[in-house]
Structures are given as C-alpha cells and as structure tokens.
C-alpha cells in the first residue's frame, strides 16, 4: 500500500519560505512521477511542480521563479520550497504520485499552509 505524508509548520508569515516535506512509503522516491499541488480557499487545483524519477524538476510557469523541490534518496522523501510566500499562497498543500496516463493514483491527506503576520 502507497502512503504519501506531507509535513511542515501549518504558519508561514509573509516573505519568508514555505518548506513542505512529502514522506513516502509503499513506493520509491526513485521510481515514478512525484508532484506538489495545492488548492487555495475556493478555487481548483494548482499544479505546482514535479520531480521525475531521475531527479528532473518540472515547474509552473507561474511559480517557477519562487519554487524548487527536492528528493531525499536515503530517506525516501521530496519537499517543496517556495520563496518569498504572501497570504496568496495560503492553501492546502498535497502530494501526489503521477503515473501519467494511470493518472494521480496516491495523494497525501494535504495539509493546511497559512501566510500570516
């Protein structure tokens, strides 16, 4: 059974550095498509980024600039960081398994990133 963990501290204030961190289990970090998405209050799904199985990233346009995820071999995890966060970026944040045309197969149980002073 895959079980994907997102972790990280639930309050960020303005301009600093949102860290996440996903823990996987049941899979290889080393083995398929990892993503970061997020869903702010009230709107869909944001396709934040990825990182493939050999350590290529992949990232939102839109993001980019502010974004870098990472793996953990050893530990069997990747993260996400988004600099310079504003209360825009208050959202639940997942990870998921991409196995492309199986589709998003595994999501975290998300977790809850608030920007406030």
């Known amino acids: 059974q895959v079980r994907l963990q997102e972790s990280g501290p639930g309050l960020v204030k303005p301009s600093q550095t949102l860290s996440l961190t996903c823990t996987i289990s049941?899979?290889?970090?080393?083995?398929?498509?990892w993503v970061w998405i997020r869903q702010a209050p009230n709107k869909g799904l944001e396709w934040m980024g990825a990182?493939?199985?050999?350590?290529?990233?992949y990232y939102n346009p839109s993001l980019k600039s502010r974004t870098s995820i990472s793996r953990d071999l050893s530990n069997n995890v990747f993260s996400l960081q988004l600099r310079g966060v504003t209360p825009e970026d208050t959202a639940v944040y997942f990870c998921?398994?991409?196995?492309?045309?199986?589709?998003?197969?595994?999501w975290g149980q998300g977790t809850q990133v608030t920007v406030s002073s």
């Open positions: 049941g899979a290889s970090i080393a083995s398929d498509y």
């Open positions: 990182i493939e199985e050999d350590g290529h990233t």
């Open positions: 998921v398994r991409d196995r492309g045309r199986y589709g998003m197969d595994y």
